[in-house]
């Protein structure tokens, strides 16, 4: 069974830095392109990075993002990552993952999610 599992969420102040993981089990993950979304009550899902499955893979950012946060893997511990750094408020938000099959179209999992909270 797939799972992909987040972590590193929480309360941060504005400027600061937060480090998320996502585990995953079931799959290998050097199969896979690696993404990050969030979402805010209402709204719908962004997506703000993005890391195709080679390990020195290609990346791309949302502009709201860019050159804030950096997506990475490590494919041997089967774990993608998210450094955020300067953080704003408006990142507030719940953060999944998503891994997507480069090699069976429409095979996606997601993780449940982690909380951002940016405030003072």
């Known amino acids: 069974q797939v799972q992909l599992v987040e972590s590193g969420g929480g309360l941060v102040q504005p400027g600061g830095s937060l480090r998320l993981s996502c585990v995953t089990f079931?799959?290998?993950?050097?199969?896979?392109?690696m993404k990050w979304y969030r979402q805010v009550p209402g709204a719908e899902r962004e997506l703000i990075a993005g890391?195709?499955?080679?390990?020195?893979?290609?990346?791309n950012y949302a502009d709201s993002v860019k050159g804030r946060f950096t997506i990475s893997r490590d494919n041997a511990k089967n774990t993608a990552f998210l450094q955020m750094t300067r953080l704003k408020p408006e990142d507030t938000a719940v953060y999944y993952c998503?891994?997507?099959?480069?090699?069976?179209?429409?095979?996606?999992?997601w993780g449940r999610g982690t909380q951002v909270t940016v405030s003072s």
């Open positions: 890391m195709t499955r080679a390990g020195g893979g290609t990346t």
């Open positions: 998503n891994a997507e099959s480069e090699q069976i179209p429409g095979q996606v999992y």
């Open positions: 079931g799959l290998t993950l050097s199969n896979y392109a």
